[in-house]
């Protein structure tokens, strides 16, 4: 057999639009599956043509996932970057061939509910499809029926139905993608398994085979389930669980007799019937059932067959027993099948991870290592696209940050982490999630210093980033303000208590605390600090030490990466220069990692996990803790966006006057050590006027009311400054910094959509997030945050809408569980807007 993949056409120049690259890097894609060969396509279309695609099995059908995948392609997902892979690989799909054979069958999907909470879940689905852009449409048992005919009418409740989905023959569009990336120069090499990744001075330089070496500067992992395999020869822990998933196909059923022939295959829509955990597509005149429906199947890797034997590795046996209940289902979905019997089924293996997304990026400890992996066929060629953006272009155009391999703490890549969150996923996959649900187990994992504390008062915990993070404490109960709290919805009374609402109002009105732990703490020091920080962000940095700036990390399109408070803490002990950083999370420490001079003027620590921070915020805050130091707090002494070391009682603390709920305090932060001392010192100081602990629930009340923007949430890297409102924090004139060539020309005039404030007519009616806007009737945005806001007594939500609907006093309407709400675009901030309560 012929060990590579001949060039079948010459070498074709790169298209129009690419510049041609004089020095072309050596790329080397490990796996021919579909996300491999979506790669090799999108690579060679913007100019890297010397492209070697590595592949252990056959071409193209590998043996791997895909080669077996049903193909089914569902665009619609809570993740807006999600979604657009998906669409992105509808339409890309959708214009293929493979020798004048279809790649993509554009049938529809229908997803139908058989309880009433389905049928609340499918219409929330349809706002996030219309958020997301993806036309979709509710519908009544008689229209499903209309659609999909085997369907029992009695079974079902409504549909919500997806025109443009469809089903994608995997291998035929991978071999399509493959070929025009031969033509333009790569080489895909057959049965070459990959057995090592070749290194020096922190890079790749070569990925090594059964059948010799492959110099690379740049290796892309695509190996699918395989791929923590792969990366244990570069040194990196890929956090994907291989689990195996049944997929069964009927004997011929009659109904269906003569409806799919030749090339057809399937005419009626891709089915799914979550209740139950099951989906269904035709093959002519039989169904394929796919059934989320058994026990977690992990898969060990070496116990995977090798490929070029008699049964593709990825196909394991089927077993039966694990089939009965899902077969019994179908039937009770799909009577027609009672005519039929379960005639083939295999248990096929493909990845899950710990939160259900894929992994994108490059290893964090050797350059020029990258993955893209977990990845479904839904998604891969949205996910090549925006890998080859990353790799050629340097920077994604879709907003990552879900996705990238670089999200996870420590922690989150253990392997038990990892397994049970896998398999927990895969349980998962199918069911009504609530935004803020959180998974159970592994849990507690990250604790604060004040976590026995915090149980004593009856904090109700949800996780963030592995952290346990107190959203209210049952101890509040008792506080008089809980009375006056207005009630909310059912899905929005999930994981809330009117306890919230008291504690927002009590920092309002008194003090509180906040236990700002979870936030990400970095230390960055070293001569060449201020300039290396001044060059990464967009604000003012070179100001006296004791300074406090909120500043933005941005990319080199000017989108931001993320948002910082940067203080400057002066000379540490054996240190020159030190800054300690406010950041998002784990994507800023790789950010700024690799981003680090080379001559070693630089060091980037993360201090989180040593450190702890409470957020002591409220009126009274200076009364509680001018008598606990001798160190000078008040509004001359201490100024607003300063820092200050000082003592608290026994407590070393950094103070920093900032408040991200907009009213009078600090936040503290102490070691690790003194943390539980810092906590029962505040509370007894406290409680004389009136303390309360309050927890995130509150936290994002407040922050609304004050218009303060959550990175991740209400903006990403896709966002300039100025569409989101963050304009005030970039100094043009400061001199030259990443991503300021992309803003020139850029203002709040210029931009084309906005981030806004809207107020709810009804302030009852508290939305979540992800709900669409619409402006004179049509779809215009999204909803990123919401909530109820305690102290103005209405309902807020931020939104992005176009440049056209965005003024002060513009009608909207937010669709809320199909329900047209209205709102007004209003003039922020909510709450305080002259900053009188911060600034005194
Ligand atoms: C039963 C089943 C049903 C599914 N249904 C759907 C569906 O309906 N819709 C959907 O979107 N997704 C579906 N999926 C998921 C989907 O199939 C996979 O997520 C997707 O195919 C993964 O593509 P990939 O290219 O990453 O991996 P793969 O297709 O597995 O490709 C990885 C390649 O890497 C190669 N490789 C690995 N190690 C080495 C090595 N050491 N050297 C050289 N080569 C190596 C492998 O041989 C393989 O060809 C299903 C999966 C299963 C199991």
């Known amino acids: 057999m012929c060990n590579s993949y001949c060039r079948a056409q010459p070498p074709q120049p790169p298209p129009e639009g690419t510049d041609a690259l004089t020095v072309q890097p050596r790329v080397v894609i490990v796996g021919a599956g579909i996300v491999g060969c979506a790669l090799s396509d999108e690579l060679t279309a913007r100019g890297w043509t010397d492209v070697t695609v590595l592949e252990q099995g056959p071409l193209f059908a590998t043996g791997g996932s895909s080669s077996h995948a049903p193909g089914l392609v569902f665009q619609t997902n809570s993740s807006r970057t999600m979604t657009e892979f998906a669409s992105y690989t509808v339409r890309k799909y959708s214009a293929l061939t493979l020798d004048g054979q279809w790649c993509f069958q554009q049938l529809g999907g229908l997803e139908v509910a058989t309880t009433p909470e389905r049928l609340a879940e499918l219409t929330r689905k349809h706002g996030l499809a219309a958020s997301w852009g993806v036309p979709g449409a509710l519908l009544d048992p008689g229209q499903c029926v209309a659609l999909h005919p085997l369907l029992d009418r009695d079974r079902i409740l409504g549909g919500f139905h997806v025109p443009t989905d469809g089903l994608a023959k995997a291998v035929r569009a991978g071999e399509a993608q493959a070929r025009r990336a031969i033509g333009r120069g790569a080489r895909f090499m057959a049965h070459h398994t990959v057995t090592g990744i070749g290194s020096a001075n922190g890079r790749v330089t070569a990925v090594v085979t059964d059948q010799g070496s492959f110099p690379a500067d740049v290796v892309v992992s695509c190996a699918g389930f395989w791929g923590p395999r792969i990366g244990r020869m570069a040194g990196l822990a890929v956090p994907l669980v291989p689990l195996a998933h049944q997929y069964a196909r009927t004997s011929p059923v009659p109904a269906l007799a003569g409806c799919n022939t030749g090339e ?75 005519r039929a019997r379960v005639d083939e089924g295999f248990n096929g293996i493909f990845s899950f991870t710990p939160d259900g997304f894929p992994l994108l990026g490059e290893a964090p400890e050797l350059r020029g290592f990258w993955v893209a992996e977990a990845v ?92 346990e993070r107190p959203h209210w404490y049952e101890a509040n109960q008792a506080l008089p303000e809980v009375a006056g709290i207005p009630g909310r919805g059912a899905w929005a009374s999930r994981y809330w208590s009117p306890i919230a609402g008291a504690e927002a109002l009590a920092t309002r009105e008194r003090v509180a605390m906040y ?40 990319d080199e399109t000017g989108g931001v990466r993320s948002d910082l408070t940067v203080a400057r803490l002066g000379p540490g002990r054996g240190c020159g220069e030190r800054w300690q950083l ?89 070691t690790a050590d003194n943390g539980q001392k810092l906590w029962d010192t505040l509370w007894e100081a406290g409680q004389s006027l009136g303390i309360v602990a309050a927890g995130r629930s509150a936290f994002n009340s407040l922050r609304l009311e004050k218009g303060y923007r959550s990175w991740g949430t209400d903006l990403t890297a896709e966002h300039n400054p100025y569409e989101a409102g963050l304009g005030f924090a970039v100094r043009m004139d400061k001199g030259d910094f990443l991503g300021r060539d992309a803003l020139l020309g850029t203002t709040e005039e210029t931009v084309a959509r906005r981030l806004v404030c809207l107020l709810l007519d009804d302030p009852r009616a508290v939305v979540m997030g992800k709900e669409p806007v619409y402006a004179d009737g049509a779809p215009a945005g999204y909803v990123t ?52 309560r911060i600034r005194r």
């Not at 070029?308 to 089927?318: A, D, K, Q, T």
């Not at 962000?537 to 070179?542: F, I, K, S, V």
């Not at 001559?599 to 980037?604: A, E, L, N, P, R």
């Not at 003024?807 to 569980?817: A, N, T």
Request: glycine share 8%; hydrophobic share 40%; net charge negative.
């Open 582 to 670: 406010g950041a998002n999370g784990n994507l800023d420490l790789d950010w700024l990692i690799r981003r680090l001079p080379s001559d070693g003027s630089v060091q980037v620590r993360d201090t989180t996990a040593g450190t702890c921070c409470i957020g002591l915020w409220g009126p009274l805050a200076r009364d509680l803790v001018q008598p606990l130091t001798d160190a000078d707090f008040s509004h001359q002494g201490f100024g607003y966006f300063r820092a200050k070391q000082a003592y608290l009682g026994n407590v070393p603390v950094t103070a920093m006057r900032l408040s991200y709920v907009g009213e009078l305090g600090w936040e503290l932060y102490t």
């Open 264 to 338: 057809l295959e399937a005419s009626k829509p891709i089915l799914r019937h979550q209740d139950r955990d099951l989906y269904y597509r035709e093959h002519g005149d039989r169904i394929g059932i796919g059934s989320y429906a058994h026990r977690p199947m992990p898969v060990d890797l070496g116990e995977v067959p090798a490929p070029g034997g008699p049964v593709m590795p990825s196909m394991l046996p089927f077993t039966k027993e694990d089939f009965e209940q899902p077969w019994a289902d179908s039937q009770a979905l799909l009577p027609a099948l009672a």
């Open 515 to 554: 236990d700002m732990t979870a936030l990400k703490r970095l230390e960055v020091t070293g001569p060449g600090a201020q300039a290396f920080l001044q060059y990464l962000t967009t604000n003012q940095l070179d100001k006296p030490v004791g300074s406090v700036t909120y500043t933005l990390l941005l």
């Open 376 to 467: 479904w066929v839904t998604h891969s060629a949205g996910v090549a696209r925006a890998m080859a953006q990353w790799l050629v272009e340097g920077t994604p155009r879709t907003d990552v940050h879900e996705c990238d391999l670089n999200r996870f703490e420590p922690g989150q890549l253990a392997p038990a982490y990892v397994h049970r969150r896998g398999c927990q996923n895969f349980v998962e996959v199918y069911d009504i999630i609530h935004p803020l649900q959180p998974m159970e187990d592994p849990r507690p994992l990250r604790v604060s210093p004040f976590h026995a504390r915090q149980r004593d008062l009856g904090a109700f915990f949800l996780e963030a980033s592995g952290w």
């Open 785 to 836: 945050s919401a909530a109820y806001g305690y102290s103005i007594g209405a309902s807020i939500a931020y939104a992005w809408l176009p440049r056209a609907a965005a003024d002060p006093g513009r009608r909207v309407e937010v669709e809320y569980f199909g329900e047209r709400l209205p709102a007004t675009v209003t003039q922020e901030p909510l709450f305080d807007p002259k900053m009188a």
